[in-house]
């Protein structure tokens, strides 16, 4: 009998014990419980935070491409214009170049009243009194008896010209 409630003890220990460690266990598993819960709607918290900064960097990214776009459309109007403002002086540099190359036809041929009236048509759609002042005086120079010329007059009508034409270059 002695051993019986030896045995008997030893069981009520071990069983003690064993209930001891399942109520260890049930508190453990209880508190992570809530652990799990708490981590899952922090998770759910940090996933919105994410979303909502990967929305503001996306809004950033947007309005920085705006801006950029903006000022690309601000730097073609600007080159438009400077496209367009060259191709008028263009235009504008054209007669004075026809001038010059009459001039240069006139001397390169033997000296004709044809090759004058051209330099004269070439000159007056150039609507620049100077320059039809010193070409008047240029042509005023020109001798078709001994086939002579004033080279200084003819030099600055040219030199006139290419100035007009480097006024309207950029």
């Known amino acids: 009998m002695q051993q019986l409630n030896k045995i008997f003890l030893v069981v009520i220990v071990v069983a003690l014990g ?3 460690t399942a109520i ?3 508190v453990q598993y209880s508190g992570s419980q ?3 819960t708490q981590l899952i709607g922090e998770n759910t ?3 919105t935070e994410l979303a909502l900064l990967k929305a503001t960097d996306f809004v950033k990214d947007n309005e920085f491409l705006r801006l950029k776009l903006q000022n690309t459309e601000q730097d073609l109007t600007g080159a438009q214009s400077r496209v367009k403002t060259l191709e008028t002086n263009l235009n ?3 007669p004075f170049i026809d001038a010059i190359s009459a001039i240069e ?3 390169s041929a033997p000296f004709t009243q044809k090759g004058l009236a051209d330099i004269d048509t070439k000159i007056n759609v150039l609507q620049d009194t100077d320059a039809l002042y010193r070409w008047l005086t240029a042509r005023n ?3 078709f008896a001994n086939n002579g010329w004033g080279p200084h007059d003819f030099f600055q009508i040219v030199f006139l010209l290419n100035s007009r034409i480097k006024n309207l270059l950029p």
């Open 45 to 47: 918290r940090v996933e």
């Open 24 to 26: 260890y266990f049930f």
């Open 141 to 143: 120079t020109v001798d």
């Open 92 to 94: 504008k540099i054209k």
């Open 105 to 107: 036809r006139f001397f």
């Open 18 to 20: 064993a209930l001891g």
């Open 34 to 36: 809530a652990q799990v």
